[in-house]
């Protein structure tokens, strides 16, 4: 494991949408550069750097042209190799966007793999031996489109056929176990993009829908399983330093698989997944509110709480239940902590932003508890600084994850400080309403939220109790409470989302000061106090 992971805290970048530095209204590879300082003195260590490979666009780059190519809007592999280079120059870890499972329909391999005549790609992706796909085969497959027989799987969208790594239990002819040569060689050639990566400086990488590789897999992701193992094996013999970070969501099959890290998004019942109940419960009411066009606009559901139902934890008028989160969290981190890391997110490009159900008090609280929870955190561009979710027409297959991709908001100025170009030229509009959403409004500013998450990782950083492999030990926690208390090490978090005042006895006499607080609170005696809408690190 390697030894940086332990002080790491993560800055998700949607390059589109970061910096763009030639006024064409898009993000660029120069403009996460020049921002580096910002990033490190936010109190973030690593990058992750969404899909910034050559591609046609369709699912926002998770549609690969070329793995080995940097897309053009972007700049070039030179680009990218100085920002390897600037960022460890700061001690800053870069890792990339990995898209395993699928290619675009315009990558070269698709193309050979679609000729008549049988080459070495041939079996690069799946193909069936049907013109038609039979009832009840399951799976989205296209035909008619190219002069070979037969029709090709897809994972997503029309445009990303499938790559082969074989299927556990093949049921066809035309399907393959995944210890073939046609399975392997898939699996060898997305090493090889991994290595030309790693070579060049690149740290590691964040995996796309990791658990799906192989198609008819077990519940316990055996075949896939054995393909993450293998390439976990490349890394700890040639690549000891550099890390794979999980898009799974079940830590117990991820990090047993061979990732470092798997994130902590939805993860957990079906009727209730633990991780939105404490700041996105209104996912599981989807019948009261609508993510797409005419959704609200991120502002909104804060004033007009009414208009749908959500029991998010961290709402100050919330009726939830702590224990929806912590006790099947606690269960995942014990069977998980000698294994590897989870990693918690503010949000990502995927989610609606955070900013969307909760006022900035409560985001203050919900960041106090992601920043020192066990594990590697996540911060996604913006969710520093509260920027909304806007209601917005999908833009390359984003749908309603498009209101969460808008331009970083740095000043106050022309498209809030993120691109010099024409206002109609942007990748997406701007919040109209997101001035006091910037950098620059909120720098310097004692009760902002952006200096309430430098504080919070400054102390992270400060303190080895908050470091990834520390203990966690929940110290009070109860239905229908909501008060949450857990040691870390030798440091104790308290955290009171609610309206009231409340207290709690720990199993000690002990007094101490608080290190970092937004809030009111005091550890006395053994008893812990918070005032309302409060958190404090002791």
């Known amino acids: 494991m390697p030894a940086w992971l332990k002080d790491a805290v993560f800055y998700e970048i949607y390059p ?104 070495e790609y041939s079996d690069r992706y799946i193909w069936s031996d049907f013109c038609f796909a039979p009832a009840g085969i399951g799976n989205p497959y296209i035909g008619g489109e190219s002069k070979r027989n037969g029709t090709y799987l897809l994972n997503f969208f029309k445009c ?27 699996r060898e050639a997305m090493k090889d993009v991994m290595r030309f990566w790693m070579d060049q400086g690149c740290d590691g990488f964040r995996v796309d829908m990791a658990a799906s590789l192989v198609k008819n897999d077990d519940e316990k992701k055996t075949g896939t399983s054995k393909i993450w193992k293998n390439v976990r ?104 902590k000698d294994l590897g890391y989870i990693s918690p997110l503010t949000c990502n490009h995927d989610t609606v ?10 985001l203050k609280l919900y960041y106090a508890l992601l920043f020192t929870l066990p594990g590697v955190p996540f911060l996604y561009y913006g969710d520093e600084v509260g920027m909304h979710y806007q209601s917005l027409h999908t833009k390359e297959g984003g749908y309603f994850r498009t209101g969460s991709r808008t331009p970083m908001q740095w000043t106050e100025g022309k498209n809030l400080g993120f691109s010099d170009a024409d206002a109609d030229a942007l990748y997406l509009p701007v919040d109209p309403d997101g001035a006091e959403q910037t950098v620059q409004a909120q720098e310097g500013k004692k009760d902002s939220l952006l200096e309430a998450v430098r504080g919070m990782l400054a102390a992270r950083h400060q303190y080895d109790g908050f470091k990834a492999d520390a203990p966690f030990k929940v110290l009070h926690a109860a239905p229908k409470d ?20 409340v207290e709690a006895k720990l199993d000690s006499t002990e007094s101490r000061k608080a290190i970092w607080s937004v809030g009111q609170g005091t550890l006395e005696n053994g008893v812990v106090t918070l005032a309302p809408q409060t958190a404090v690190f002791f």
């Open 16 to 119: 589109q949408s970061f910096y763009d530095t030639n006024k064409d209204g898009i993000g660029d590879i120069e403009g996460i550069i020049r921002k580096l300082d910002y990033i490190k003195g936010l109190g973030c260590n690593a990058l992750w750097i969404n899909p910034c490979f050559d591609s046609p666009f369709k699912d926002a780059g998770y549609d690969v042209r070329d793995y080995k190519k940097v897309a053009p809007r972007y700049g070039t592999n030179d680009d990218l190799v100085r920002l390897f280079k600037t960022a460890h120059e700061k001690g800053i870890k870069v890792l990339l966007d990995l898209v395993p499972g699928h290619t675009s329909e315009e990558h070269e391999w698709f193309k050979k793999s679609c000729e008549e005549e049988r080459n």
């Open 160 to 186: 990303q056929p499938a790559l082969n790594y074989g299927w556990l239990k093949p049921q066809f002819p035309w399907q393959c176990t995944i210890d073939a040569p046609a399975a392997i060689a898939t």
């Open 233 to 336: 094996e490349m890394f700890d013999k040639d690549y000891p330093e550099c890390v794979l970070v999980s898009e799974w969501s079940n830590p117990e099959l991820s990090l047993a698989a061979g990732f470092h890290c798997d994130f902590m998004l939805n993860e957990g019942g079906p009727q209730k997944p633990m991780y939105s109940t404490l700041v996105r419960d209104y996912q599981n009411h989807a019948d009261h509110i609508v993510l797409s066009d005419g959704c609200f606009n991120g502002k909104v559901p804060v004033s007009q709480r009414p208009y749908y139902e959500d029991h998010s934890y961290f709402r100050m008028d919330s009726d939830s239940n702590i224990m929806d989160f912590i006790t099947p969290f606690t269960e995942r981190y014990e069977k998980t």
């Open 353 to 362: 932003r955070p900013a969307f159900g909760l006022s900035e008090q409560e």
């Open 482 to 501: 909501p008060l949450l208390i857990y040691s870390r090490g030798d440091r104790i978090v308290a955290i009171n989302p609610s309206s009231k005042t």
